[in-house]
C-alpha cells in the first residue's frame, strides 16, 4: 500500500515563495506528479519526478528524493491565481502498466495580497 | 481540441436508482481511470482500464462498475447509489507511451444521492 503525507493548508504573500513538502511511503515507486486544483475544478499537470533532483518549469520546481521518501514544490513569486489546491500523487510500480495513481490529501494555498 | 468530457456535471438522485456518468476522450488514449474526491480524502481511484475490454480495480470499487467496450468511452455504472457515494467524482485518461504520463481529467461530476 501506499501513505501519502502533505500539509492541509498554508498561507503565503503575493511575490513570496512557498514550498509544499510531500512525503510518501510505498510497496513500488514509479514517479510523483504534482497537480494543481482551482475549487470546483478539475487537477492540472504541473509536474513529474522519477528521478532524484530538482526539475525547474517557470515559477515552479519539484525535487524528489527517493531515499528519504521525499518531495516537494516550490512556487516562486507567487501570484494571487496560485491560490488552490496542490495534490501529491505516487505512481505504483506493481500496477504500473495501469498507472495505478495515489493521491495525497492535497495543500490548499492560500497567496494574500 | 483535445479533452476529456463527462456528463452530466451535476446529479442529484435517489437511493437504489441506477445511474451512469459518461466519460468520453479524443485523444486516442490506452489509459483511463475513474477517481472520487471527498474533502479530506483527497483524491481515490474507483477502476481504471488499460485498453479496450481490459478493466481493474482501484481503491474504492465497491458500488460501481465500468465498462469499456470502445477506446474513447468509459462509463461509471452506479446499479444501486446510496447516500455515501456522494461525492465529486473525476474521469482521467493518459497515453500508454509518453514522457510523463500524464492524465487529463474531465471536467468533473457533482454526485448527490438522497
Known amino acids: 500500500g501506499q501513505n501519502i503525507d502533505q500539509p492541509t493548508e498554508m498561507t503565503a504573500t503575493e511575490g513570496a515563495i512557498v514550498q509544499i513538502n510531500c512525503t510518501y511511503q510505498t510497496s513500488g515507486f514509479n514517479g510523483l506528479f504534482w497537480y494543481q486544483q482551482h475549487a470546483g475544478e478539475a487537477p492540472t499537470f504541473l509536474s513529474y519526478?522519477?528521478?532524484?533532483g530538482l526539475e525547474e518549469k517557470g515559477r515552479f520546481s519539484s525535487f524528489l528524493s527517493r531515499s528519504k521518501g521525499y518531495s516537494y514544490l516550490l512556487l516562486k513569486e507567487l501570484q494571487m491565481k496560485d491560490s488552490a489546491s496542490y495534490l501529491c500523487?505516487?505512481?505504483?510500480?506493481?500496477?504500473?502498466?495501469?498507472?495505478?495513481?495515489?493521491f495525497g490529501g492535497g495543500t490548499r494555498v492560500l497567496v494574500k495580497p | 481540441e483535445a479533452q476529456v468530457t463527462q456528463n452530466p456535471r451535476y446529479l442529484i438522485t435517489v437511493t437504489g436508482k441506477k445511474l451512469t456518468v459518461t466519460c468520453s476522450q479524443n485523444?486516442?488514449?490506452?489509459?483511463m481511470s475513474w477517481y472520487r474526491q471527498d474533502p479530506g480524502l483527497g483524491l481515490r481511484q474507483i477502476y481504471y482500464s488499460m485498453n479496450v475490454e481490459v478493466t481493474d480495480k482501484g481503491d474504492v470499487p465497491e458500488g460501481y462498475k465500468v465498462s469499456r467496450k470502445e477506446k474513447r468511452n468509459f462509463p461509471l455504472i452506479l446499479e444501486s447509489p446510496s447516500p455515501n457515494q456522494t461525492s465529486l467524482y473525476f474521469c482521467a485518461s493518459f497515453p500508454r507511451q509518453g514522457l510523463t504520463y500524464e492524465q487529463y481529467f474531465g471536467p468533473g461530476t457533482r454526485l448527490t444521492v438522497t
Open positions: 485523444m486516442n488514449h490506452e489509459y
Open positions: 519526478n522519477v528521478l532524484d
Open positions: 500523487a505516487v505512481r505504483d510500480l506493481i500496477k504500473a502498466a495501469g498507472n495505478k495513481l495515489t
